[in-house]
């Protein structure tokens, strides 16, 4: 990062470019200030994000809260062996990779779509109406949120009323919807977009403001209707971004969420609500096991950055716009 | 094991709410005669000009106002006595947290009552122990509590804190049923002609009529509680039907004192395949598998259910919802649910509380603490025949009489004024509970009773008309009356025997929990027809665990309760 005037002046100043660890120094005291300005920044860092690691050594031992670190029991892996050879394990790995895949693919469908629909709306009155209706699930809490998707399916909810009404049930054989585990995965994806849906909109429309409107024009005077424009103009002008936004959610992708699948499931969906946090909490926090908690915390961290590496890579391949 | 915390947090709730609502009973004047020594130490500390101290002390069961112990006229007093004053803080948020950042922290409160993460602290090393100290200073808490000493001792045999669920004195049976029992609206006794039930098919056969009868009022046959840890609710039935106290997942025999779980034994069949009937016949309500608690509550007052199984503490926001209305208007008292004994076939019931003892809550001394001399002391001084009066009743003129005859007793007016804002200001709300004590169901040397909502006088003054209507026609005075005395039970409640953090019990009942709670919404939601085939599957899941040495395990600890007690 060196600063352009820096170099001129130098330049002027020595004409033989200093090397080495003599450059070094005196680039380090003419930018002392900026060095001093990212001081507390690094120092945040790294006592909030690296020091933690340390951490991790609990993942190795058997932890006890009162004893000292030398103190501790060394297990080595034992801890992940309880993890991975655990037949649940697998399920529940599962179910957080399908949630969270349905959530990724769910959640960017339909956030794009909405977000060209809304961009074509020409009356500001009806798209600020529109905006808002769909940002405001986002602000409920999911506690509410899943009372609400709760009572909405219960037997005596609308969704069974309405079947009722339509004659597609009899009196009596009314869905228990969240009873059923093969559901949970779609009552999920139909929650969550429900409620984030609008949120997600907000950084595509921010986006498509970016395009230039001549590119508008152009493609009109072209002979483009409304479709072929938001095909060719829009969706081009805003695909950095998507991809952005998607090698960042790739690494995400162990974080199925922890509220819905904790407060919609129940036992008889949990086959398929369990996931890797819920089943991390029973068997860890909840019992005072922090280490294997932390194992557990140690592999979602692990994939998730190999995962993020991977889409990174594989976008940088592909000539795309990436992270880093 | 969250449930059984609970129900201790429940047990004190019930028991504060019992001590403010009933009022009147009859009086102590003398009591003062049996307090013994400590009175002598009182005495002196009260001679010696002591310097005042504030310590902290953390509540993690109980949700009030922060505030400090002088401020309430029972601290006053106590703090007149002793010179010393408590900053008492609640729980706020979640437990585990609360106490996880305290352990990380290595700062404790002076005084704390962690409730379900009391094997955390224990893990943590933070209470002190207590031996030398009541030694020292506690004459009465030897008194209170010598006879569990036993039973108090850590693995290393020291003690590190008072439990509450001492009893002094005479043993005095609550009136009401707080505990575990059959319920179903008054409405279909008085329709039946209140007749006695005393098996499950019986009670199944009054449902049945009763919603046949009034078709026309959408009613719900059965509803069971399933949410979360409170899905014992559920689970538990099975034992008591078979004639057992609620020991958790076991079952204890009393001859052999072998603990038996009882998740996949004939008995849990019986009752699911019970359910399973009941589910074909449309009473009952499928929606119980996925209802959250605040969804079961709601039923309940909604009229519409006529019964169901749950344990007293458990829905008694519906209940005294009910109540109320039916104290406003008479004709409501058929809503209002009616305790039932029910057994499998008649046996003996076993669903009254032995006089048990929970050795796995209570208030302990940390090692932050700066002088645990006072402390102990204050907590000594709290255990005096006066003082648990003062705790409990209040003060003689001001929150109870006394009649001729020594009976303990509130007037009406009393009773209307300690409400829950006098609670606040007296400070019945801080010490009537989680302070060492003499325990519910203990007596005074004169025979009151400590607690107030167990003294017979105050309890009679709490019914209503209705009340006695019915409790007449089944020839009781009590709801307790209805049931089976209990069985002595010196491990009880078996749920209560610590365990460690992460150990194989533990993992073993998570497990257990995970197994039923979703085999038991198939078993009973299944076609009659494939009942046995769904069972047959659930018994392979369950026999994957290592029961035999649950069973083993609890086995060996009730067996050394059982020494201990001896």
Redesign the interface.
Known sequence: MESKPTMTTSNLVLPKKPTGLKRFAMKLLEQRVLVLMSIPFLAWLFIFKYMPLWGWTIAFQDYKPAKSFGEQKWVGFDHFQFLFQDERFIRVLRNTLAMSGINLVLGFVTAITLALLLNEVRKVAFKRIVQTVSYLPHFISWVVAASIIQTTLSPDGIINEMLLWFGFLEKGEEILFLGIPEYFWGIFGAGSVWKDVGWNTIVYLAAMTMIDPAQYEAAEMDGAGRIKRMWYVTLPGIKPVIIVLLIMNIGYLLESGFEPQYLLGNGMNIDYSENLDIFVLKYGIAQGNYSLSIAGGMFKTIISFILLFAANNLAKRMGESRLF | M?KKLLFICMAAFMVITAACSNNNNGGDTKTSNSTNTPKETAAEETTKPVEKVTFSYFNGVAAAKDTNSNETTIGKILEDQTGVNFKIEHLVGDL?TKIGTM??SNAYPDVMLPDAAI??IL????FIALDDLIEQYGPNIKRVYGSYFNQMKAEDGKIYFLPFSNTVGEYIPDPNINQGAFWIQRRVLKEAGYPEIKTLDAYFDLIKNFVEKHKDEDLTGMVSL??DWR?FATSNPPNHLAGYPNDGNVIVDMTTFDAKTYAADDNTKRWLQKLNELNAD?LFD??S????Y??YLAKLTSHKVVGFFDYGWQFSNAQNALKDAAKQDPTQDDFVYFPLPVTFDGQKDQYLDPPGFVKNRGLGITKSAKDPARIIQYLDNLLTDENQILQRWGIKGDTFEVDDKGRMYRTAEQIVKIDESFNEKFGFKYYSWNWPLYGNGSSLPDGNSVAPGLQPEVFQMSLTNEDKTILEKYGVKTYAELFAAPDDRPWYPAWGIPKE??SEQ??WE?KKD?I???Y???LV?AKPADFEKVWTEYITAFGKLDTAAYESWTTTEVKKLIEAAK
Not at chain 2, 123 to 126: L, N, P, S, W, Y
């Open positions: 969250t585990n352990i990380a094997d955390k893990d943590a090393g933070a399933t949410h899905f449309n499928k929606a598998f996925v209802d959250n605040d969804q953090q992460g533990q993992i998570t995970e039923t709670k979703k038991f919404p198939k939601l």
